[in-house]
Structure formats: C-alpha cells, structure tokens
C-alpha cells in the first residue's frame, strides 16, 4: 500500500502564489509518473500538471505559463508552484502516482495508481 500525503494548500489572494507538495511513501518499488488533479464543485476532476519519470512535464492549458511541476524522485516528492493564480483556480487539488510494486511472494512486479487526500486552494479577495 502507498501512502500520499499532501500539504501546503490554503487561502490567497488573487495574482498570489501557492506550492504545493506531494510525499509517498510504502510499499514502492518505482514510481513512473507523478500529477496534480483538481476537483471543482459541480465539475469532473481535471488534471493539472504531470511529470513522467524521465522529467517530462504537461500541462493543462489553463495553467501553462503559470504553474510549474517539478519532482524528486530520491525523495518520492512532486511539487507544483503555482504563481498568478486566478479565482478559477479555487479547487481541490489531488496528488497522484502512476508506481511500481514489487510483491515478494512470488507475484512479481504490478504497476498501480494511488491518489492523495486533496488539499484545498482557494483563490479569492
């Protein structure tokens, strides 16, 4: 089991900045990607940014320019600073990894995907 915990959500002003930070932590044996989501009242979860294992970075349009994914990976941490932030901005925002585990009974290695808790970001004046 992998656990994601993440941190560093909160309340800003609009034109403000906020980074978030995403831990996992178990039974990982790689991880290949790693990606913020956002939930927003009434709409269907979003993603935001993702970053493969290799540095690879993507964005959703709305954020290109303004936010930016980085990770590391000794550290099993993805980050997203998010500068010049918009009232549309205002969401939860979810961790998630695309990992590796290695059972050591026999079955081998099984690709599997976990989500954080969320964390709230709330832009507004």
């Known amino acids: 089991q992998v656990q994601l915990v993440e941190s560093g959500g909160g309340l800003v002003q609009p034109g403000g900045s906020l980074g978030l930070s995403c831990v996992a932590s178990g039974s990982i044996f790689s991880i290949n990607a790693m990606g913020w989501f956002r939930q927003s009242p009434g709409k269907q979860r979003e993603l935001v940014a993702a970053?493969?294992?290799?540095?690879?970075?993507n964005y959703a349009d709305s954020v290109k320019g303004r936010f930016t994914i980085s990770r590391d990976s000794a550290k099993n941490t993805v980050y997203l600073q998010m500068n010049s932030l918009k009232p549309d901005d205002t969401a939860v925002y979810y961790c998630?990894?695309?990992?590796?585990?290695?059972?050591?009974?026999?079955?081998?290695?099984?690709?599997?995907?976990?989500w954080g808790q969320g964390t709230q970001v709330t832009v507004s004046s």
């Open positions: 970053i493969s294992s290799a540095g690879n970075t």
């Open positions: 998630n990894v695309d990992y590796y585990r290695n059972y050591t009974d026999g079955r081998g290695i099984e690709r599997l995907n976990s």
